[in-house]
Each structure stands twice: as structure tokens, then as C-alpha cells.
């Protein structure tokens, strides 16, 4: 059973940043990939960015110019690095991670973009 762990979330104001922490621990496979995904208030979660265990990164065209994943130890942990945010960025962001078996998910952290 994958544990997911994220941090970073908090109130920020209009242009900030933030960085958010997903930290994975009690893998029994490989990872095949990690991603954080976000679901604004009365709105579905959507995929943000994704890192492969092959080091490939894809973050979701209309937050390219601002967000970036990154990971270290082979997936053991992976950052989104949130930049010029907007009150629109506002959202539980979750981390996620899967294995050859299924999709794992941590219980999300929340983000709040306002002056």
C-alpha cells in the first residue's frame, strides 16, 4: 500500500508562488509515474503535471508558463512549483501516484490564491 503524503499548501496572494511536497512511501512495485491533479471548489479534479520514472515531465498546456513538476529518488518524492498564481489557481491539489496494479491518492492539500 502506497502512502502519499503532501505539503506546501497555504493562502497566498495574487502573483506568489508556492511549493507544494508529495512524499510516497510503502511501495512494494516501482512507480510508473507520479502526478498532482487539483478539483476547485465545486468543480472535477483534473490532471495538472506528471513525472514518469523515466524522468519525462508533462504539465497541462494552460499552466506551462507557470507550473513545473519535478521529483528526486526515483519517485520518492515530487514537487509542483507554482508560479504567478491566480485567484482561478485556487483548488485542493492532489498527489498521485501509481504502480503496474492502480492509482494511488493522497488526501489532497489546499491551495487559496486571494488578497
Known amino acids: 500500500q502506497v502512502h502519499l503524503v503532501e505539503s506546501g499548501g497555504g493562502l497566498v496572494q495574487p502573483g506568489g508562488s508556492l511549493r507544494l511536497s508529495c512524499a510516497a512511501s510503502?511501495?512494494?512495485?516501482?512507480?510508473?509515474?507520479m502526478a498532482w491533479y487539483r478539483q476547485p471548489p465545486g468543480k472535477q479534479r483534473k490532471l495538472v503535471a506528471l513525472?514518469?520514472?523515466?524522468?519525462?515531465?508533462n504539465v497541462t498546456f494552460a499552466l506551462k508558463d507557470r507550473f513545473t513538476i519535478s521529483s528526486d529518488n526515483a519517485l520518492k518524492t515530487v514537487y509542483l512549483h507554482m508560479n504567478s498564481l491566480k485567484p482561478e489557481d485556487t483548488a485542493v491539489y492532489y498527489c498521485n501516484a501509481g504502480d503496474t496494479r492502480r492509482d494511488y491518492w493522497g488526501q489532497g492539500t489546499q491551495v487559496t490564491v486571494s488578497s
Open positions: 510503502g511501495a512494494i512495485l516501482p512507480l510508473n509515474s
Open positions: 513525472v514518469t520514472s523515466d524522468g519525462i515531465t
